[in-house]
């Protein structure tokens, strides 16, 4: 079984501060880890994921996030937020057998309101 | 490449009626998924399609709901009848056909509003 805990559900920067989305996840099985971005009325898009190698993930619009196992996380960063960044933020995990195949269903936190002030 | 079509956007329907989503996959995607998001939550998978067989229903309430993919291709999602705590937002999702692309790609969603 998976489950993702994110901590906060709504957090607010100034623009140009920096950006932290807590992410901790469960899984029985070694985690692919995904970060989803959704404006208002639009569907989820993709900011990064996780699968195997590298721990610290670069990601679309200046975010990125790093594969903690001893923590069991996948904090969500960006250095300066700007205004545009003002969306909902959903950690997901999935997991994959011995051969990499992942098992497609994502688990998803319930998600984290960030707010943008000038 | 078009993404992942949906439609109806916005649909409000009054409790114990029928109602249908359809979905399009971008093309030449092999899976396609279903989740329910309620207002404030994550979404949550309803069911998963690898081509036109069901591989995980596991949370979809099957007394109410029920969906289809004929083909391989296009999807659709049937509540009967609705009631109140069905109102969500239906996001249909594909993935590509290599399993270690683990990226699902999303559609805009439905909103349902059940009265």
């Known amino acids: 079984a998976q489950s993702v805990t994110q901590l906060g559900s709504h957090v607010s920067v100034s623009e140009g501060a920096l950006v932290l989305l807590r992410c901790n996840y469960s899984?029985?099985?070694?985690?692919?880890l995904f970060w989803y971005v959704q404006y208002p009325n639009q569907g989820l898009q993709l900011l990064l994921k996780?699968?195997?190698?590298?721990?610290l993930v670069k990601g679309i619009n200046g975010f990125e996030a790093e594969f903690k196992k001893s923590e069991t996380s996948f904090h969500l960063t960006k250095p300066s937020a700007h205004m545009s960044d003002a969306a909902e933020y959903f950690c997901?995990?999935?997991?994959?057998?011995?051969?990499?195949?992942?098992?497609?269903?994502?688990?998803f936190g319930q998600g984290t309101i960030l707010t943008v002030h000038p | 490449e078009a993404g992942v079509a949906q439609s109806p956007r916005y649909k409000i329907i009054e409790k114990r009626q029928s109602v249908a989503f359809w979905c399009n996959p971008i093309s030449g995607h092999a899976t396609l998924y279903w989740y329910q998001q309620i207002l404030g939550q994550g979404p949550k998978l309803l069911i998963q399609f690898q081509n036109n067989g069901v591989v995980d229903d596991s949370q979809l309430p099957k007394d109410r709901f029920s969906a289809e993919r004929l083909k391989g291709v296009d999807s659709t999602l049937k509540i009967q009848p609705a009631k109140l705590e069905d109102s969500a937002v239906y996001l249909c999702?594909?993935?590509?056909?290599?399993?270690?692309?683990?990226?699902?790609?999303f559609g805009p969603g439905t909103r349902l509003t059940v009265l």
């Open positions: 999702a594909s993935r590509p056909r290599d399993y270690r692309t683990d990226t699902q790609y």
């Open positions: 899984s029985s099985v070694p985690p692919y």
């Open positions: 996780y699968t195997t190698g590298a721990t």
């Open positions: 997901a995990v999935t997991g994959a057998n011995a051969g990499g195949t992942s098992y497609g269903k994502l688990t």
